[in-house]
């Protein structure tokens, strides 16, 4: 089966600095990967979506990187600030239904 | 439209008896999706509907637990004899699917507990 890896320590840097996330994927070979954000006792929230034939994609101070040779995905926040502390989830849509890993979360500290 | 709506959004029950969650989606949206969520896990797939048709349900999911569409609009979700195990916080997406990757939205959840 399909399996979405991502890490499952918490990740806490320093504001203003580049927080960098992992997403791994094995038996699959996705058409796009989606990027979610997700505070607490709340629903996930939409960030990007990246397609198989494109290796970058940036949305203000997000990056999201795929390689599809690798099975991952990175996702960058530049200019970290402590309201980008949430946990952060990669999607995949494997058979047409969306699947997530388990998450990241994200600590910045000022 | 203010998004997709789930009521109620705490739902506390004793172990044994029935509850029903109701999913609002997005109204043009055709496709509905369940999750379950436990601390510290990604929302773990339970079944999706395209318009009113069940097309996917997870071989995870127990047979106390069933879903329904009708005319393709809002969603239900009920679990038969509840049991502790059960406690977790149950999200709705809709998408307006189109045969490549859309973005899903999500409700704020149910959360349950199950005493």
């Known amino acids: 089966s399909q399996k979405i890896e991502q890490n499952s320590e918490a990740l806490n840097i320093q504001e203003g600095k580049t927080a960098t996330l992992t997403c791994n994927y094995t038996?699959?070979?996705?058409?796009?990967l989606q990027w979610y954000r997700q505070d607490p006792g709340r629903g996930p929230v939409f960030l990007l979506l990246?397609?198989?034939?494109?290796k970058e994609k940036r949305k203000e101070r997000l990056k999201v990187t795929f390689d599809t040779t690798l099975k991952q995905s990175l996702f960058h926040i530049t200019a970290s600030q402590p309201a980008d502390s949430a946990t952060y989830l990669c999607?995949?849509?494997?058979?047409?239904?969306?699947?997530f890993g388990a998450g990241t979360r994200l600590a910045v500290h000022p | 439209d203010t998004g997709v709506s789930q009521n109620p959004r705490h739902k506390i029950t004793k172990r044994g008896q029935n509850v029903t969650f109701r999913c609002d989606p997005i109204?043009?949206?055709?496709?509905l999706y369940w999750y379950r969520q436990t601390l510290g896990q990604g929302p773990e797939f339970l079944t999706y509907?395209?318009?009113?048709?069940?097309?996917?349900k997870s071989r995870l999911l127990s047979d106390r637990f069933s879903a329904e569409r009708p005319k393709g609009s809002f969603s239900t979700l009920e679990i038969q004899r509840t049991e502790q195990g059960d406690s977790a916080m149950y999200l709705c997406?809709?998408?307006?699917?189109?045969?490549?990757?859309?973005?899903?939205?999500f409700g704020q959840g149910t959360r349950l507990t199950v005493v």
């Open positions: 997406a809709s998408t307006l699917w189109r045969g490549d990757g859309t973005e899903a939205f």
């Open positions: 038996n699959y070979s996705p058409a796009y």
């Open positions: 990246i397609r198989e034939n494109e």
């Open positions: 999607a995949l849509a494997p058979y047409n239904k969306l699947i």
């Open positions: 109204s043009e949206h055709n496709r």
């Open positions: 509907f395209q318009n009113e048709a069940q097309l996917e």
